[in-house]
């Protein structure tokens, strides 16, 4: 899904913004961009919030084995339930929780 500007769901699957900003992240934090859409992966970088232009290269909700979700912690299906974005920032690119981004509709 695809998140409007309020952070609610909303904009059609099939026509997803170009860019996206930062958004829900606190002034003294950074959003994490990581390797692969997981929580535990390598961070690459993080992002400051309110950075805007992200560039879009698609979302996804991963789906863990039947195998791995049986020996999963509670902890870790709550992660594996979430959304994740791959964006581009500075050049490189990688996954954020799509719950910190907004479309960026100014660029």
Request: aromatic share 8%.
């Amino acid at each position: 899904c695809i998140w409007d500007a309020s952070g609610g769901e909303a904009a059609r699957a099939d026509d997803p913004p170009k860019y996206w900003s930062v958004t829900g992240v606190r002034s003294d934090d950074v959003l994490n961009l990581r390797d692969v859409p997981h929580g535990d992966s390598k961070k690459l970088a993080g992002i400051p919030p309110g950075t805007r232009g992200l560039k879009n290269l698609g979302c996804l909700t991963p789906e863990p084995s039947l195998d791995r979700w049986m020996i999963m912690t509670e902890a870790e299906r709550k992660n594996a339930k979430l959304e994740w974005c791959r964006v581009e920032y500075r050049g490189t690119q990688g996954w954020v929780a799509a719950r910190f981004l907004k479309p960026d509709n100014a660029r």
